[in-house]
């Protein structure tokens, strides 16, 4: 992009409806942030950040350098998984003295698998204004490039650390159907997938999007059973924030046409199509006319 484009754009119509809103005080302001490009902000969180009384925040020092390089000169104050109870009671005090209280953890969305939502219920809890400013989600982004076709996701998160407590986790996600969504660690990356493949079946469609809107960025999908292979393929695959994804257990019926048509295959290796519909229909208790088309398709391919 030219130099001239980027004046074009600043000077767009759109660009002033950010300023347009209203944005009340004695309100608490979720505002997502970058997860890695820093140009991923949007233009009402850098018009809130500006108009904010003070930013809340998981890392002072991370939030101080994302403000600087937009020119912002903000109060902060830490609002981290340690001290988030007792920083709640002051930030409720600062909006029920009429300020605007602008909330962002360190990347990503406050309050989901990062610190924020108990503060955001203590503001609730005490019959005060919160307003989500949405913006970057890496369990979004993943699941927009997965292309795990599912009308639901389950959002899991961090597993546990500890072998055996993230085996049980696992295990009680075998049969949900939603497409799984976890967060992992680098460090932890190659215990994750040893938990996966002990759990689940091999054939499953596993996602890997490493370092999302950063530089070195991956979304790699393959079978379960060849993701530890990956992993291991490239020593830098285990580094980098990731998120997982996992495709969900067939629901029944597609579990039970799954079924047919492997029985089915088997039977014309040794029939004709038509035993080979009666049998299966025999077996399955589907009905014969539409395993005989499905035969002849595959005999056809």
């Given at each position: 992009?030219?130099?001239?484009?980027?004046?074009?754009?600043?000077?767009?119509?759109?660009?002033?409806?950010?300023?347009?809103?209203?944005?009340?005080?004695?309100?608490?302001?979720?505002?997502?942030?970058?997860?890695?490009?820093?140009?991923?902000?949007?233009?009402?969180?850098?018009?809130?950040?500006?108009?904010?009384?003070?930013?809340?925040?998981?890392?002072?020092?991370?939030?101080?350098?994302?403000?600087?390089?937009?020119?912002?000169?903000?109060?902060?104050?830490?609002?981290?998984?340690?001290?988030?109870?007792?920083?709640?009671?002051?930030?409720?005090?600062?909006?029920?003295?009429?300020?605007?209280?602008?909330?962002?953890?360190?990347?990503?969305?406050?309050?989901?698998?990062?610190?924020?939502?108990?503060?955001?219920?203590?503001?609730?809890?005490?019959?005060?204004?919160?307003?989500?400013?949405?913006?970057?989600?890496?369990?979004i982004a993943a699941l927009s490039a997965s292309g795990l076709v599912n009308d639901r996701f389950h959002f899991v998160g961090f597993l546990p650390a500890k072998p055996k407590q993230r085996?049980?986790?696992?295990?009680?996600?075998?049969?949900?159907?939603?497409?799984?969504?976890?967060?992992?660690?680098?460090?932890?990356?190659?215990?994750?997938?040893?938990?996966?493949?002990?759990?689940?079946?091999?054939?499953?469609?596993?996602?890997?999007?490493?370092?999302?809107?950063?530089?070195?960025?991956?979304?790699?999908?393959?079978?379960?059973?060849?993701?530890?292979?990956?992993?291991?393929?490239?020593?830098?695959?285990?580094?980098?924030?990731?998120?997982?994804?996992?495709?969900?257990?067939?629901?029944?019926?597609?579990?039970?046409?799954?079924?047919?048509?492997?029985?089915?295959?088997?039977?014309?290796?040794?029939?004709?199509?038509?035993?080979?519909?009666?049998?299966?229909?025999?077996?399955?208790?589907?009905?014969?006319?539409?395993?005989?088309?499905?035969?002849?398709?595959?005999?056809?391919?």
């Open positions: 992009m030219t130099e001239q484009q980027t004046i074009d754009i600043a000077r767009l119509p759109v660009m002033g409806e950010a300023a347009q809103q209203s944005y009340p005080t004695a309100t608490l302001y979720v505002v997502a942030t970058p997860i890695g490009n820093v140009t991923d902000i949007t233009l009402r969180a850098l018009h809130l950040l500006a108009l904010a009384d003070v930013v809340a925040c998981e890392d002072t020092r991370k939030t101080g350098a994302l403000l600087q390089r937009f020119g912002l000169n903000k109060q902060t104050i830490a609002a981290h998984m340690h001290n988030e109870r007792e920083v709640a009671d002051k930030i409720v005090e600062r909006l029920r003295a009429g300020q605007r209280v602008a909330l962002v953890s360190d990347a990503g969305t406050p309050a989901v698998s990062d610190p924020g939502a108990r503060i955001v219920d203590a503001v609730r809890a005490a019959g005060l204004n919160v307003v989500p400013l949405p913006g970057p989600s890496a369990a085996e049980s986790a696992l295990a009680a996600l075998v049969r949900e159907t939603s497409t799984l969504v976890l967060y992992e660690a680098p460090h932890r990356i190659v215990e994750c997938v040893e938990g996966l493949t002990s759990v689940f079946e091999p054939t499953r469609q596993v996602v890997f999007a490493r370092e999302l809107s950063k530089m070195f960025e991956e979304v790699h999908r393959c079978p379960l059973g060849e993701a530890l292979a990956w992993v291991k393929a490239d020593q830098h695959r285990e580094r980098g924030e990731f998120v997982v994804l996992v495709e969900g257990a067939l629901r029944a019926t597609d579990a039970e046409d799954a079924e047919a048509e492997r029985i089915l295959q088997i039977l014309l290796t040794e029939c004709s199509v038509k035993q080979a519909a009666g049998l299966a229909a025999q077996i399955t208790g589907r009905k014969k006319n539409a395993l005989y088309e499905r035969a002849l398709q595959i005999k056809g391919e």
